[in-house]
């Protein structure tokens, strides 16, 4: 059974970065997937934010695009969400997700990681 | 390219059937579009890839169709637990956009 866990700080402060991880079990990183991080501000529908291949490759939402980074660690099986500059406009709930190979569709997620962005 | 769902909200008794539209400002090849289910506090689950294949251990009440612009979801007998925001998904130039959502709220 594939399961996804976000981590990381529920809070941060406005200008700082937002970091966030994914720990994926019952699934290895470096196979066919590539892995995506979705947001959902509170009361609203979903955002991709991007994803990743375990090659490096790497695509990321337009608007985004400027302040993201995703990475991976296969020796931990986790990939990670780097946002820089946060405002309140980025407050909402994360979630990584795994993109099934040739299906262009995201079919495992994770339970989702409240991050409010609050001096 | 802009996905855009309506109704924005549909109210219907269980056992009913439900009709659920998701339009694209630009056509888009069926493989690339999905269909979702949200439950309050829940993350998303996949209901539907490729336009109309069911994802594991959906039931068959759920159906996809469409082409080009135009796709719908239907719910051909409503359960009590089909009531839930649903957003339909594409992928394209390497990116993915989702639709704002339709909610089918309990007449």
């Known amino acids: 059974q594939v399961q996804l866990q976000e981590s990381g700080p529920e809070l941060v402060k406005p200008s700082e970065t937002l970091s966030l991880t994914c720990t994926v079990s019952?699934?290895?990183?470096?196979?066919?997937?590539?892995w995506s991080w979705v947001r959902q501000p509170p009361g609203k529908g979903l955002e991709w934010i991007g994803e990743?291949?375990?090659?490096?490759?790497?695509n990321y939402y337009p608007s985004l695009k400027s302040r993201v980074t995703i990475s991976m660690d296969m020796s931990k099986n986790q990939f990670s969400l780097k946002l820089t500059s946060v405002t309140a406009a980025d407050t909402a709930v994360y979630y990584c997700?795994?993109?099934?190979?040739?299906?262009?569709?995201?079919?495992?997620w994770g339970q989702g990681a409240t991050l409010t962005v609050s001096s | 390219i802009v996905l855009t769902q309506s109704p924005g909200t549909l109210s219907l008794s269980p056992g009913e059937r439900a009709t659920l539209s998701c339009r694209a400002s630009?056509?888009?090849?069926?493989?690339?579009l999905a269909w979702y289910q949200q439950k309050p506090g829940q993350a998303p689950r996949l209901l539907m890839s490729?336009?109309?294949r069911r994802a594991t251990g959906i039931p068959d009440r759920f159906s996809g169709s469409g082409s080009g612009t135009d796709f719908t979801l239907t719910i051909s007998r409503l359960e009590p637990e089909d009531f839930a925001v649903y957003y339909c998904?594409?992928?394209?130039?390497?990116?993915?956009?989702f639709g704002q959502g339709t909610k089918l709220e309990i007449k």
């Open positions: 997700a795994r993109n099934l190979a040739y299906h262009y569709a995201m079919d495992v």
């Open positions: 019952g699934d290895s990183i470096s196979g066919t997937n590539w």
């Open positions: 990743i291949y375990h090659s490096g490759a790497t």
């Open positions: 630009q056509s888009i090849s069926s493989i690339y």
């Open positions: 490729g336009t109309s």
């Open positions: 998904q594409q992928f394209g130039n390497s990116l993915y956009t």
